[in-house]
Protein backbone atom coordinates (compact mmCIF):
# COMPACT_ATOMS: atom_id res chain seq x y z
CA UNK A 1 0.00 0.00 0.00
CA UNK A 2 1.45 3.24 -0.87
CA UNK A 3 1.08 6.21 1.37
CA UNK A 4 0.08 10.17 0.30
CA UNK A 5 2.81 12.69 0.97
CA UNK A 6 1.81 14.34 4.25
CA UNK A 7 2.62 17.53 2.58
CA UNK A 8 -0.93 16.63 0.47
CA UNK A 9 -3.18 15.50 3.05
CA UNK A 10 -5.16 18.21 4.46
CA UNK A 11 -4.27 19.53 8.19
CA UNK A 12 -6.91 18.94 10.97
CA UNK A 13 -6.64 22.80 11.09
CA UNK A 14 -7.78 22.79 7.25
CA UNK A 15 -10.06 20.05 7.75
CA UNK A 16 -11.98 21.62 10.95
CA UNK A 17 -12.13 24.92 8.52
CA UNK A 18 -14.14 23.06 5.51
CA UNK A 19 -16.55 21.41 8.25
CA UNK A 20 -17.26 24.65 9.80
CA UNK A 21 -18.04 26.23 5.79
CA UNK A 22 -20.33 23.19 5.28
CA UNK A 23 -22.44 23.75 8.47
CA UNK A 24 -22.71 27.53 7.58
CA UNK A 25 -24.11 26.46 4.40
CA UNK A 26 -26.12 24.29 5.76
CA UNK A 27 -24.87 20.87 6.34
CA UNK A 28 -26.36 19.24 9.96
CA UNK A 29 -24.55 15.56 9.67
CA UNK A 30 -21.21 15.17 9.91
CA UNK A 31 -19.10 11.85 9.23
CA UNK A 32 -15.55 10.96 9.64
CA UNK A 33 -14.77 7.98 8.02
CA UNK A 34 -11.68 6.73 5.92
CA UNK A 35 -9.72 4.33 5.34
CA UNK A 36 -9.64 4.14 9.09
CA UNK A 37 -9.98 7.92 10.57
CA UNK A 38 -8.90 6.70 14.31
CA UNK A 39 -5.09 6.15 13.40
CA UNK A 40 -4.81 10.52 12.48
CA UNK A 41 -2.57 11.44 15.20
CA UNK A 42 -4.60 14.33 17.00
CA UNK A 43 -8.10 12.91 15.85
CA UNK A 44 -10.05 13.43 18.93
CA UNK A 45 -9.11 17.11 18.82
CA UNK A 46 -10.71 17.37 15.91
CA UNK A 47 -13.83 15.53 16.89
CA UNK A 48 -13.91 17.70 19.91
CA UNK A 49 -13.70 20.86 17.67
CA UNK A 50 -16.23 19.82 15.20
CA UNK A 51 -18.60 18.26 18.65
CA UNK A 52 -18.88 21.88 19.33
CA UNK A 53 -20.24 23.44 16.25
CA UNK A 54 -23.35 25.09 17.24
CA UNK A 55 -25.26 24.26 14.19
CA UNK A 56 -24.03 20.74 13.60
CA UNK A 57 -27.06 18.05 15.09
CA UNK A 58 -25.18 14.43 14.37
CA UNK A 59 -21.48 13.84 14.51
CA UNK A 60 -20.99 10.37 13.40
CA UNK A 61 -18.22 7.95 13.31
CA UNK A 62 -17.42 5.06 10.75
CA UNK A 63 -14.31 2.68 12.06
CA UNK A 64 -12.98 -0.94 11.74
CA UNK A 65 -13.00 -1.07 15.04
CA UNK A 66 -9.02 -2.01 15.72
CA UNK A 67 -8.84 1.57 17.87
CA UNK A 68 -11.73 1.65 20.15
CA UNK A 69 -10.56 -0.38 22.68
CA UNK A 70 -8.42 3.26 24.12
CA UNK A 71 -10.53 5.42 22.07
CA UNK A 72 -14.23 5.27 22.41
CA UNK A 73 -14.56 6.88 25.97
CA UNK A 74 -12.91 9.94 24.41
CA UNK A 75 -14.39 9.96 21.51
CA UNK A 76 -18.11 9.52 23.02
CA UNK A 77 -16.65 12.46 24.93
CA UNK A 78 -15.28 14.25 22.41
CA UNK A 79 -19.31 14.42 20.80
CA UNK A 80 -19.77 11.60 18.47
CA UNK A 81 -23.04 10.15 18.94
CA UNK A 82 -22.91 7.18 16.89
CA UNK A 83 -20.61 4.72 15.78
CA UNK A 84 -20.68 2.52 11.93
CA UNK A 85 -18.24 -0.09 12.95
CA UNK A 86 -17.04 -2.50 9.91
CA UNK A 87 -17.36 -6.70 10.42
CA UNK A 88 -17.53 -8.96 7.78
CA UNK A 89 -16.70 -12.17 9.65
CA UNK A 90 -16.82 -13.30 13.36
CA UNK A 91 -14.03 -16.17 12.54
CA UNK A 92 -10.73 -15.14 13.15
CA UNK A 93 -9.26 -16.62 10.63
CA UNK A 94 -11.40 -15.71 8.44
CA UNK A 95 -11.32 -12.04 9.42
CA UNK A 96 -7.48 -11.61 8.98
CA UNK A 97 -7.56 -12.93 5.25
CA UNK A 98 -10.47 -10.54 4.28
CA UNK A 99 -9.06 -7.73 6.27
CA UNK A 100 -5.59 -8.96 5.70
CA UNK A 101 -4.07 -7.42 9.11
CA UNK A 102 -7.02 -7.60 11.04
CA UNK A 103 -7.23 -8.89 14.78
CA UNK A 104 -10.78 -9.93 15.42
CA UNK A 105 -9.99 -10.13 19.26
CA UNK A 106 -9.20 -6.66 18.90
CA UNK A 107 -12.23 -5.41 17.22
CA UNK A 108 -14.35 -7.49 19.27
CA UNK A 109 -12.86 -5.79 22.22
CA UNK A 110 -13.34 -2.24 20.97
CA UNK A 111 -16.72 -2.66 20.37
CA UNK A 112 -17.63 -4.00 23.55
CA UNK A 113 -15.55 -0.59 25.40
CA UNK A 114 -18.29 1.09 22.86
CA UNK A 115 -20.94 -0.62 24.21
CA UNK A 116 -19.68 1.27 27.47
CA UNK A 117 -20.79 4.11 26.57
CA UNK A 118 -23.90 6.38 25.70
CA UNK A 119 -23.59 6.28 22.32
CA UNK A 120 -27.32 6.54 20.83
CA UNK A 121 -26.25 3.85 18.14
CA UNK A 122 -24.09 1.84 17.13
CA UNK A 123 -24.31 -0.60 14.07
CA UNK A 124 -22.38 -3.04 12.34
CA UNK A 125 -21.73 -3.10 8.78
CA UNK A 126 -21.00 -5.91 6.90
CA UNK A 127 -20.46 -6.79 2.96
CA UNK A 128 -22.12 -10.23 1.99
CA UNK A 129 -19.98 -12.26 -0.81
CA UNK A 130 -21.42 -15.35 -2.00
CA UNK A 131 -19.26 -18.18 -1.31
CA UNK A 132 -16.88 -16.21 0.87
CA UNK A 133 -18.92 -15.14 4.20
CA UNK A 134 -22.94 -15.80 3.28
CA UNK A 135 -22.64 -18.81 5.15
CA UNK A 136 -22.40 -15.55 8.26
CA UNK A 137 -25.55 -13.67 7.85
CA UNK A 138 -27.11 -15.53 10.60
CA UNK A 139 -24.89 -15.65 13.18
CA UNK A 140 -23.49 -11.46 12.55
CA UNK A 141 -27.34 -11.02 12.84
CA UNK A 142 -27.31 -12.99 16.03
CA UNK A 143 -24.30 -11.40 17.35
CA UNK A 144 -25.98 -7.58 16.73
CA UNK A 145 -29.22 -9.09 18.53
CA UNK A 146 -27.16 -10.51 21.84
CA UNK A 147 -25.20 -7.39 22.11
CA UNK A 148 -27.90 -4.29 21.01
CA UNK A 149 -26.68 -3.08 18.38
CA UNK A 150 -28.14 -2.26 14.90
CA UNK A 151 -26.23 -4.26 11.22
CA UNK A 152 -26.60 -3.07 8.07
CA UNK A 153 -25.61 -5.57 5.22
CA UNK A 154 -23.97 -3.96 1.97
CA UNK A 155 -24.00 -4.76 -1.84
CA UNK A 156 -20.24 -4.56 -2.52
CA UNK A 157 -19.36 -1.81 -4.35
CA UNK A 158 -17.36 -1.84 -7.48
CA UNK A 159 -14.33 0.43 -6.56
CA UNK A 160 -10.85 -0.13 -8.11
CA UNK A 161 -9.38 -3.44 -9.36
CA UNK A 162 -9.08 -6.46 -7.29
CA UNK A 163 -7.33 -9.75 -8.11
CA UNK A 164 -8.78 -12.49 -5.40
CA UNK A 165 -12.19 -12.72 -6.78
CA UNK A 166 -14.74 -12.15 -9.56
CA UNK A 167 -17.42 -9.45 -7.81
CA UNK A 168 -20.10 -10.60 -10.21
CA UNK A 169 -19.75 -14.46 -9.22
CA UNK A 170 -19.42 -13.12 -5.37
CA UNK A 171 -22.06 -10.72 -5.88
CA UNK A 172 -25.27 -11.62 -3.44
CA UNK A 173 -28.25 -9.15 -3.48
CA UNK A 174 -29.85 -7.67 -0.71
CA UNK A 175 -33.00 -9.45 -1.54
CA UNK A 176 -31.28 -13.11 -0.73
CA UNK A 177 -29.74 -11.51 2.81
CA UNK A 178 -33.39 -11.00 3.77
CA UNK A 179 -34.75 -14.21 2.30
CA UNK A 180 -32.03 -15.96 4.43
CA UNK A 181 -32.30 -14.03 7.86
CA UNK A 182 -36.15 -14.26 7.31
CA UNK A 183 -35.72 -18.31 7.54
CA UNK A 184 -34.05 -17.56 11.25
CA UNK A 185 -36.06 -14.20 12.55
CA UNK A 186 -39.38 -12.41 11.68
CA UNK A 187 -38.35 -9.57 10.15
CA UNK A 188 -40.50 -6.12 10.40
CA UNK A 189 -40.66 -3.72 7.73
CA UNK A 190 -40.30 0.04 9.56
CA UNK A 191 -40.33 3.58 8.49
CA UNK A 192 -36.75 4.63 10.25
CA UNK A 193 -34.27 6.49 8.62
CA UNK A 194 -30.79 8.11 8.77
CA UNK A 195 -31.53 10.18 6.28
CA UNK A 196 -28.83 7.94 4.16
CA UNK A 197 -29.12 4.67 1.88
CA UNK A 198 -30.67 1.76 4.41
CA UNK A 199 -33.63 0.12 4.04
CA UNK A 200 -34.58 -0.87 7.63
CA UNK A 201 -36.22 -3.43 9.40
CA UNK A 202 -36.53 -4.77 13.21
CA UNK A 203 -35.89 -7.97 14.29
CA UNK A 204 -39.55 -8.83 16.25
CA UNK A 205 -38.62 -9.13 19.66
CA UNK A 206 -35.98 -7.41 20.27
CA UNK A 207 -34.23 -3.57 20.00
CA UNK A 208 -32.13 -4.45 16.94
CA UNK A 209 -32.79 -2.52 13.41
CA UNK A 210 -31.40 -4.67 10.32
CA UNK A 211 -30.10 -2.21 6.86
CA UNK A 212 -29.97 -2.83 3.69
CA UNK A 213 -27.66 -0.96 1.35
CA UNK A 214 -28.36 -2.24 -2.37
CA UNK A 215 -26.01 -0.34 -4.41
CA UNK A 216 -27.24 -2.29 -7.31
CA UNK A 217 -30.15 -3.88 -6.60
CA UNK A 218 -32.23 -1.24 -4.93
CA UNK A 219 -30.55 1.89 -6.15
CA UNK A 220 -30.68 4.28 -3.44
CA UNK A 221 -29.29 7.77 -5.71
CA UNK A 222 -32.84 9.49 -5.95
CA UNK A 223 -32.92 9.91 -2.42
CA UNK A 224 -29.02 10.64 -1.80
CA UNK A 225 -28.10 13.70 -0.73
CA UNK A 226 -24.28 12.93 0.12
CA UNK A 227 -21.19 14.18 -0.59
CA UNK A 228 -17.40 13.17 0.45
CA UNK A 229 -14.42 15.37 1.85
CA UNK A 230 -11.45 13.04 1.12
CA UNK A 231 -8.23 13.31 3.46
CA UNK A 232 -6.12 14.93 0.27
CA UNK A 233 -9.29 18.00 -0.27
CA UNK A 234 -11.39 16.44 -3.04
CA UNK A 235 -14.95 17.17 -2.74
CA UNK A 236 -16.32 13.68 -4.02
CA UNK A 237 -20.13 14.24 -5.36
CA UNK A 238 -21.11 10.83 -5.77
CA UNK A 239 -18.67 7.48 -4.68
CA UNK A 240 -19.18 6.34 -8.18
CA UNK A 241 -18.39 8.63 -9.98
CA UNK A 242 -15.45 11.10 -10.73
CA UNK A 243 -17.16 13.95 -10.63
CA UNK A 244 -15.07 15.91 -7.70
CA UNK A 245 -13.99 19.37 -6.97
CA UNK A 246 -10.71 20.08 -5.61
CA UNK A 247 -10.96 22.34 -2.10
CA UNK A 248 -7.62 22.28 -1.17
CA UNK A 249 -6.63 24.43 -3.91
CA UNK A 250 -8.74 26.96 -2.90
CA UNK A 251 -8.48 26.40 1.06
CA UNK A 252 -4.40 27.34 0.86
CA UNK A 253 -4.98 29.81 -1.93
CA UNK A 254 -5.79 33.41 -1.16
CA UNK A 255 -9.48 33.40 -1.99
CA UNK A 256 -10.56 32.70 1.86
CA UNK A 257 -13.96 31.42 2.68
CA UNK A 258 -15.63 33.46 -0.12
CA UNK A 259 -13.94 31.30 -2.56
CA UNK A 260 -14.83 28.66 -0.44
CA UNK A 261 -18.57 28.99 -0.30
CA UNK A 262 -18.33 29.25 -4.29
CA UNK A 263 -16.38 26.31 -5.47
CA UNK A 264 -18.41 24.17 -2.93
CA UNK A 265 -22.00 25.53 -4.57
CA UNK A 266 -20.05 24.95 -7.52
CA UNK A 267 -19.49 21.64 -7.31
CA UNK A 268 -23.10 20.57 -5.25
CA UNK A 269 -24.39 22.21 -8.92
CA UNK A 270 -23.08 19.31 -10.21
CA UNK A 271 -23.92 16.52 -8.14
CA UNK A 272 -24.60 13.72 -10.85
CA UNK A 273 -28.09 11.82 -10.45
CA UNK A 274 -26.28 8.86 -9.47
CA UNK A 275 -24.01 5.88 -10.29
CA UNK A 276 -23.24 3.72 -13.19
CA UNK A 277 -22.89 0.29 -11.75
CA UNK A 278 -23.18 -2.71 -14.04
CA UNK A 279 -22.64 -6.29 -12.44
CA UNK A 280 -21.02 -7.06 -15.59
CA UNK A 281 -18.06 -4.89 -15.20
CA UNK A 282 -15.31 -6.20 -12.60
CA UNK A 283 -14.77 -2.81 -11.57
CA UNK A 284 -16.40 1.00 -12.14
CA UNK A 285 -13.92 3.02 -10.72
CA UNK A 286 -9.85 2.66 -10.16
CA UNK A 287 -10.37 4.23 -6.89
CA UNK A 288 -10.59 2.14 -3.86
CA UNK A 289 -12.47 2.91 -0.66
CA UNK A 290 -8.54 2.91 0.98
CA UNK A 291 -7.72 5.65 -0.67
CA UNK A 292 -11.04 7.29 -1.20
CA UNK A 293 -10.60 8.24 2.75
CA UNK A 294 -12.79 11.15 4.02
Known sequence: MRFAPRKDLLTLEELYRLATTFVELGARKIRITGGEPLVRQNIVWLLEQLGQLPLLEELVLTTNGSQL??????IRAAGVSRLNISLDSLNPSRFKEMTRVGDL???????????????????????????????????????????????SYIEEMPLGTIENHRRDIRFYSSDEVRDTLASKFS???TEDTTAGPSRY????????R???ISPYSHNFCDSCNRVRLTAQGRLLLCLGQEYSVDLREVLRGP???AGLFR????????KPHGHEFNR????ALQRHMNVTGG
Open 280 to 283: DQQF
Open 255 to 257: EGA
Open 201 to 208: YRIQGTQT
Open 210 to 212: IGF
Open 187 to 189: LLA
Open 263 to 270: RISQGMAI
Open 105 to 151: HKVLSGIDAARQQDFHKIKINSVIMRNHNDDEIVPLAQFAVDNGLDI
Open 69 to 74: DKLAAP
